[in-house]
């Protein structure tokens, strides 16, 4: 492994993160790449790259942040899939692998290739007229006090309905626990291939989910009488004031190669996540999910007589 492309937060402080990279990458002799943008965020040894040509000269990514960091990461690397690694710098990560204690250990497995690779779908979307992808979700969002997203539901060309809320989300099963769930959309397994369009607060026309096959192809069409709309990819705007057009998606395969160094305990993690998405979990199975040590001293509190 000759390259590794650093994938930044945004605006939280990752020059710890940073410098536990660049001591391993400079005691076995790769080189670092960053975006040219993010260039004075990081020491001079990093080179700075066109935010384009970043995932074509690494052979792998690591994505410093939470999850919309990774997302970010995955979107970038979308036409030429690379492996990515996940260091956590968020609150709630479903996608990040590693914390930064643990960064040298897993940075010289990357090099060995000895990880697993979780792959990830993606959503491949025209939104009036402009080609993006989704790891999450495309919403289509209501702006406050400009009335409601109404919107018809074609799929494989036939009209279904009309939707008429204060936004539609369309998502993944990975994006199936974010926006969509917020929403009152399903959680759906990661290992499901389907489609997910879900609508939030909806005032008439379809008021449930609807879970489609990964083949079928989608289309919303904004209706006349619709709200201008913002529509987000992942969370991000990319259109602010849509009055009309259409949204064409198609779910697409493999699209995200994310690492894995221990599937089983990345599973466990998530099923603790969840609990906080109110998933009934038994007393017993939330126990066995803490970490050893905590377990250790809830056993111990147990077993102490009472005063």
Request: hydrophobic share 40%; with cysteine; charged share 20%.
């Given at each position: 492994m000759a390259g590794l492309g650093l994938v930044l937060h945004p605006t939280r402080d990752v020059s710890e993160v940073v410098g536990i990279i660049e001591?391993?990458?400079?005691?076995?002799?790769?080189?670092?790449?960053?975006?040219?943008?993010?260039?004075?965020?990081?020491?001079?040894?990093?080179?700075?790259?066109?935010?384009?040509?970043?995932?074509?000269?690494?052979?792998?990514?690591?994505?410093?942040?939470?999850?919309?960091?990774?997302?970010?990461?995955?979107?970038?690397?979308?036409?030429?899939?690379?492996?990515?690694?996940?260091?956590?710098?968020?609150?709630?990560?479903?996608?990040?692998?590693?914390?930064?204690?643990?960064?040298?250990?897993?940075?010289?497995?990357?090099?060995?290739?000895?990880?697993?690779?979780?792959?990830?779908?993606?959503?491949?979307?025209?939104?009036?007229?402009?080609?993006?992808?989704?790891?999450?979700?495309?919403?289509?969002?209501?702006?406050?006090?400009?009335?409601?997203?109404?919107?018809?539901?074609?799929?494989?060309?036939?009209?279904?309905?009309?939707?008429?809320?204060?936004?539609?989300?369309?998502?993944?099963?990975?994006?199936?626990?974010?926006?969509?769930?917020?929403?009152?959309?399903?959680?759906?397994?990661?290992?499901?291939?389907?489609?997910?369009?879900?609508p939030s607060a909806p005032m008439a026309g379809i008021s449930r989910s609807v879970v489609l096959a990964p083949e079928e192809s989608i289309r919303l069409d904004l209706r006349p009488n619709s709200a201008a709309v913002a529509v987000e990819m992942d969370g991000l705007v990319i259109k602010e004031a849509a009055t009309e057009g259409a949204v064409q998606i198609r779910y697409r395969r493999d699209a995200g190669r994310v690492v894995r160094f221990d599937p089983q305990r990345y599973q466990e993690r998530n099923q603790l996540k969840l609990s906080l998405l109110d998933l009934p979990f038994l007393p017993d199975q939330l126990r066995e999910l803490l970490p050893e040590e905590l377990r250790r001293e809830r056993d111990q509190r147990e077993l102490e007589p009472p005063c």
């Open positions: 001591r391993w990458a400079s005691g076995h002799r790769k080189t670092l790449l960053v975006r040219a943008e993010d260039g004075h965020r990081v020491p001079s040894c990093v080179e700075p790259v066109p935010a384009h040509e970043l995932a074509d000269r690494a052979d792998a990514l690591i994505s410093i942040g939470g999850d919309g960091t990774m997302l970010g990461a995955l979107r970038m690397a979308v036409r030429d899939p690379k492996p990515v690694l996940g260091v956590h710098l968020g609150r709630l990560g479903f996608l990040v692998e590693v914390e930064p204690p643990d960064l040298p250990r897993a940075l010289s497995r990357l090099a060995a290739k000895d990880f697993t690779v979780e792959s990830h779908a993606c959503l491949a979307c025209d939104v009036c007229g402009d080609d993006v992808v989704a790891f999450n979700d495309i919403a289509l969002v209501r702006q406050p006090g400009s009335g409601f997203v109404t919107a018809t539901l074609a799929v494989d060309g036939q009209r279904y309905g009309y939707y008429r809320c204060d936004a539609l989300v369309v998502s993944t099963p990975t994006g199936s626990t974010a926006y969509s769930y917020a929403a009152g959309g399903p959680l759906i397994s990661p290992a499901a291939d389907a489609v997910v369009v879900t």
